[in-house]
T-cell receptor, first 111, second 115 residues
Framework: DAKTTQPNSMESNEEEPVHLPCNHS???????IHWYRQLPSQGPEYVIH???SNVNNRMASLAIAEDRKSSTLILHRATLRDAAVYYC????????????FGKGTHLIIQP | GAGVSQSPSNKVTEKGKDVELRCDPI?????LYWYRQSLGQGLEFLIY????????KSGLPSDRFSAERTGGSVSTLTIQRTQQEDSAVYLC?????????????FGQGTRLTVV
């Protein structure tokens, strides 16, 4: 079973920021928080990951709560191409938990 | 290649036939994962390899499913006596290792249709 909780779906307007929340209350001190997304008819793609500090890359930012029990993926300026299912996971060291995906958040972008 | 390659991209087979799905991971990646995704559903974990070993086979749906990996590289997922419920997209991913600081790269998948 996935150890993260995400809203089933979210809707945003194009060119506006999007904040995708994730709860991971059972995370251990050494688990990284990873985000992947799956565009329609494609395999999942890596978005970003982090441990304690907030992280930024060309795709998104990741804000991690101080207690690490939740995080937020931030898309600073959503485009129609960002419409996808976003998965938040915290992989353990391999095994069935290594990369177990929940149902994710279906992000809908309105033009 | 630059990414994870899966073949074939599409496969239509008759019920009862055996099929083999192939995954070429990124060179040097020791960890390899197989998933299944039915239409409109999430990713279902099947099996993972660390090198040539598969420590966890608990996700395989039945004994008709098997997977192997040779030379720490290419992996094949075999489905024997296919059933219509096996129809899905089969996705493969690889990563440098199974550490939690490692990102995984996915292939485009093999769409299997059992008729």
């Amino acid at each position: 079973d996935a150890k993260t909780t995400q809203p089933n779906s979210m809707e945003s307007n194009e060119e506006e920021p999007v904040h995708l929340p994730c709860n991971h209350s059972t995370i251990s001190g050494t688990d990284y928080i990873h985000w992947y997304r799956q565009l329609p008819s494609q395999g999942p793609e890596y978005v970003i990951h982090g441990l304690t500090s907030n992280v930024n890359n060309r795709m998104a930012s990741l804000a991690i709560a101080e207690d690490r029990k939740s995080s937020t993926l931030i898309l600073h300026r959503a485009t129609l191409r960002d419409a996808a299912v976003y998965y938040c996971i915290h992989p353990l060291g391999g095994g069935a938990d290594g990369l177990t995906f929940g149902k994710g958040t279906h992000l809908i972008i309105q033009p | 290649g630059a990414g994870v390659s899966q073949s074939p991209s599409n496969k239509v087979t008759e019920k009862g036939k055996d099929v083999e799905l192939r995954c070429d991971p990124i060179s040097g990646h020791t960890a390899l994962y197989w998933y299944r995704q039915s239409l409109g559903q999430g990713l279902e974990f099947l099996i993972y390899f660390q090198g040539n070993s598969a420590p966890d086979k608990s996700g395989l749906p039945s004994d008709r499913f098997s997977a192997e990996r040779t030379g720490g590289s290419v992996s094949t997922l075999t489905i024997q006596r296919t059933q219509q419920e096996d129809s899905a997209v089969y996705l493969c991913a690889s990563s440098l290792d199974t550490g939690t600081d490692t990102e995984a790269f996915f292939g485009q998948g093999t769409r299997l249709t059992v008729v």
